[in-house]
């Protein structure tokens, strides 16, 4: 393919690096055929891997090249040279700037931590047939690119630009490399490129301990940092054949994914005759289904509760802080020099520079996690990965796509274990439901925990499962397991792992309460907490799930169907609402005057406000009034510490309290005086249609969006952006891939499926907001998995991509 090397060309005189040469690029090569039915969904089918990732490639670009070339820019550390410094940031993690973005990957790419994961057999390296389809990913995306040709890209995000350019399939590996390390070292990007050692001669501080002075203060930093994955998360409900009626299994699968940029999902089937058929969805750029289902099962996973990660707190050696006591003999850490080439504002390019650190460990990190670890004379920290070097999970998931039941899915879990920060939830045709945390968790017990925390460490441990260990003693390093894939990690057999036929539930909680009527107990604190209180989002999906099989919720009769699960998602219940809407009404009612306190000192006219709260019937959809009201009075009293109930958090029914609102605290009233006053700033009726404030934007229209915050006990989350000049707008992350699949006992489950944020990022495809339309109407669209059904969609149109000649 000349055009190709013409680009492969340009880009390597314009950046020094030269995608390696591909053996598609010779006459012949892998074929496929896509066939696109309603909504653009391309159902792809090929003979061989190759076949199969030529044609998710070439898919994925036609719809999302912007996307996936910006993503790429990330992995290759060169957002600085074409989008420049302080440009748009697309960093797999908190990164401030482009600037430092292209450091931390630098340092990844210099380490060369996935070719080395590439260069080890299977299951640590990537298994054949996963070579194969990114090798035929790889050729697609470039086949589309080159067909099409930079200056006739039709999104106009990158039409013409110069950074869009052939990949390699190291640009693959090492997306999937950043996708895992997103939730360990991805999230401190800035306090990774940032630590540097103190000045020459810095003193030593009088404090030797480093437990915190506010021990309760830290631990909520913590928190607020481990939660804060920018709205990520996920719903997933697996019901068996004690609870459908038909004995077959049932799923929801509802991951909150980002609406853009490099998270973003697609949907896609795959097909080798014989050898895999599965449909689903998957973030960009990764040549397999990451959850969807198969003829036998379906699967979705959920951001899990463990910490991936731990930190080693370092004792520097007096007067040379670059080098760290263990077992009382100094070792040096690796010093790296990282450059890249940024593009100032005139145009010209320079080389930043900056010199990082790493341990045995792993980086050095400055402060992280809220916490004041910041590196001086007496103390440095190092983080650790638990999915440094992971490509594993590209092995996992190619299993999942095969898999036909609950058992394959846990072998495949068990037999890799490769999936990065997610639990996964299954059902299958035969009735069976499986809950699983077997993911990469670091190989800290409670009792290494007990032995190698330092002051700092044993502060926050039990209360948020993050591990500061003493890096002075090997023996503090992370364990072993006999039955872990890689040392460092806990075995499966130290994970939850629940199987049942009633029902299994994550909405990123732990696993206690995965089942109440079974509560998982006996794993390490690292893998979740035990007894806990749970989130209003986990209290809210146990109570709909408890109601629906009781018949008590207002839907029709008892127990599951594929339309009752769709109901259940789309009724937008909100726990907090049920709980404090009534009280907060009747608080606002007797206001002395009508009057309402803010917290600024004075007074708001409360009488509408209390008329909207009374009318509201506590639900979440786009006609609803009184919902925002509500929801800016509960954020903006969470702002003023833990919400008051009169009833306290009882481990013994976890599922009900905390609870009954505390209106005489005068937060309360407060909080509700701010939300008026808030509201009317902004021209906001506190009885408007929630709809009318809560939107995304799809060129010049505002398409209504239901649902509501995760704080508030939804399940239907919905992540909108506030900005106190002009309300809600922006749609960061949300219900991104919705499926609901029940088996049938036959070969064609019956499915629904949307994606919320529809199939491309291109605002001149006619799949740019089509399926944001139906999530505005709380409607889904049929799945398409049988070749009868597929033969059956009107908008049925195929394109063959044949051998290159």
Not at 29 to 43: D, F, K, N, S
Request: glycine fraction near 10%; charge should be neutral.
């Amino acid at each position: 393919m000349a055009r190709t090397a013409a680009l492969a060309t340009a880009w390597a005189l314009a950046t020094g690096i030269t995608p390696p040469a591909s053996a598609d690029d010779r006459p012949g090569g892998p074929a496929a055929t896509i066939r696109y039915t309603e909504y653009g969904v391309p159902h792809i089918k090929a003979d061989d891997f190759a076949g199969l990732g030529l044609g998710l490639g070439y898919a994925s670009a036609k719809d999302n090249i912007c996307l996936l070339a910006d993503t790429y820019l990330t992995v290759s550390a060169r957002r600085s040279l074409y989008r420049g410094p302080d440009g748009p940031l697309n960093a797999y993690g908190p990164a401030s700037s482009n600037l430092n973005s292209d450091l931390y990957h630098q340092q990844v790419n210099d380490s060369r931590v996935v070719e080395d994961a590439l260069a080890r057999p299977a299951p640590n390296g990537p298994r054949a047939e996963v070579r194969e389809l990114v090798r035929g990913y790889v050729a697609g995306y470039n086949r589309y690119l080159a067909e099409t040709g930079p200056g006739n890209i039709t999104d106009p995000a990158c039409r013409g630009a110069d950074w869009l350019r052939p990949i390699a399939e190291i640009d693959v590996y090492r997306q999937f490399h950043a996708l895992g390390a997103s939730g360990g070292a991805g999230r401190v990007i800035d306090s990774i490129v940032s630590a540097q050692p103190p000045a020459a001669g810095a003193r030593t501080a009088r404090k030797r301990s480093t437990a915190p002075e506010d021990p309760a203060a830290a631990v909520a930093a913590v928190t607020a940092a481990l939660d804060d994955t920018g709205g990520m998360g996920s719903n997933a409900f697996a019901v068996g054949s004690e609870q459908t009626g038909n004995g077959r299994g049932l799923l929801l699968n509802n991951p909150h994914f980002p609406w853009t940029g490099a998270q973003r999902l697609m949907e896609a089937q795959l097909t080798v005759p014989g050898r895999m058929n599965v449909s689903g969805a998957a973030p960009l750029g990764v040549p397999l289904i990451r959850s969807g289902h198969t003829r036998g099962v379906a699967w979705s996973h959920t951001v899990s509760s463990a910490v991936p990660l731990s930190l080693y707190e370092l004792k520097p050696v007096p007067g040379d802080p670059t080098s760290h006591l263990v077992d009382g003999v100094p070792e040096r850490m690796t010093r790296r020099e990282v450059t890249v080439p940024v593009r100032e504002a005139d145009g010209t390019v320079r080389d930043a520079r900056r010199t990082l650190w790493s341990t045995r460990y792993g980086p050095v990190v400055g402060k992280a996690f809220g916490l004041p670890t910041g590196w001086t004379a007496d103390t440095a920290y190092a983080l650790r990965d638990a999915n440094e070097g992971n490509l594993r999970g590209l092995n996992t998931w190619f299993d999942l796509n095969t898999a036909q039941s609950t058992d394959d899915v846990q072998n495949a879990l068990v037999r890799t274990q490769g999936m990065p920060w997610v639990n996964t939830v299954a059902a299958d045709k035969a009735g069976r439901t499986l809950f699983s945390g077997v993911h990469a968790v670091p190989h800290i017990t409670d009792a290494l925990a007990n032995r190698c925390n330092t002051p700092l460490g044993s502060a926050i441990y039990a209360g948020t499962g993050l591990a500061v260990l003493d890096g002075a003693r090997t023996a503090c390093a992370w364990g072993s397991s006999s039955d872990a894939v890689v040392p460092g990690l806990l075995g499966p057999s130290a994970l939850p792992v629940l199987r049942r036929t009633d029902y299994v539930s994550n909405s990123n909680d732990s696993a206690w309460l995965t089942n109440p009527r079974q509560p998982l107990t006996g794993y390490p604190r690292i893998a979740g907490s035990i007894g806990t209180e749970r989130t209003m989002r986990t209290r809210m999906t146990l109570t709909a799930l408890e109601e629906r099989i009781a018949g008590t919720d207002g839907l029709p009769g008892k127990g599951f169907t594929r339309e009752t699960m769709q109901d259940l998602l789309f009724t937008d219940r909100s726990a907090v609402a049920e709980l404090a809407a009534a009280d907060t009404a009747r608080m606002c009612a007797a206001l002395p005057g009508g009057k309402a306190p803010t917290s600024g000192g004075g007074q708001v006219d409360a009488g509408p406000a209390c008329a909207a709260l009374a009318g509201w019937d506590g639900r979440y959809r786009t006609d609803s009034r009184g919902a925002l009201l509500f929801t800016r009075f509960w954020i903006g009293l969470q702002g003023h510490g833990t919400p008051p109930w009169r009833t306290p958090y009882d481990p013994a029914d976890p599922v009900r309290t905390p609870r009954d609102l505390n209106t005489a605290d005068p937060a309360v009233a407060t909080a509700l005086g701010d939300a008026v006053a808030e509201l009317a700033r902004l021209g906001i009726a506190p009885d408007a249609p929630l709809g009318e404030s809560q939107y995304v934007l799809r060129g010049d229209t505002k398409i209504p969006t239901h649902g509501g915050p995760a704080a508030l006990g939804l399940i239907n989350v919905q992540n909108h952006v506030w900005d106190p000049a002009e309300g809600y707008g922006r749609v960061d992350y949300g219900p991104s891939f919705i499926q609901i699949v029940s088996f049938t006992g036959g070969d064609c489950p019956d499915t629904v499926r949307l994606l919320a944020p529809s199939q491309s990022g291109d605002p001149t495809s006619p799949h740019y907001a089509d399926q944001t339309g139906l999530y505005a109407e709380s409607r889904m669209t049929e799945g398409r998995f049988c070749e009868s059904e597929i033969a059956a969609s009107p908008q049925l149109r195929t394109v063959e991509l044949r051998p290159t000649s």
